[in-house]
C-alpha cells in the first residue's frame, strides 16, 4: 500500500503480505526500510537504497511503489 497526499507526496507505505525468507528479504516490512519512503516525491522514478543483503526485496518494493504513484499520477482527477 502506498499512501499519497493532496499536495503529491509520499505518506506512507505498507507491505500487507510477502513471502520472504524470516531475518533477510523481511526486513523490508520494517519501519527501517519503509520510513525511508516518507516525504518522497510521488512521482514516477522514486528509489531508495536497498536493504542490505535484500536488494531482490528492496528491488519489488520500489517496483511496486513505482507502479502505485504512476496510478496516481494517472487518476489524480478521479483520486483526489
Known amino acids: 500500500m ?3 497526499s493532496k499536495e503529491g ?3 506512507d507505505i505498507g507491505i500487507t503480505s510477502h513471502s520472504e525468507t524470516p531475518g533477510i ?4 516490512t520494517e519501519t527501517g526500510y519503509t520510513d525511508r519512503y516518507r516525504g518522497l516525491p510521488a512521482k514516477k522514478g522514486v528509489d531508495v537504497d536497498a536493504v542490505s543483503g ?3 526485496s528492496s528491488k ?12 496516481v499520477e494517472k487518476f489524480k482527477k478521479e483520486i483526489f
Open 25 to 28: 528479504g523481511s526486513r523490508v
Open 2 to 4: 502506498v499512501g499519497v
Open 60 to 71: 519489488g518494493v520500489v517496483a511496486a511503489v513505482n507502479e502505485a504513484v504512476g496510478l
Open 54 to 56: 535484500a536488494t531482490y
Open 9 to 11: 507526496k509520499i505518506l
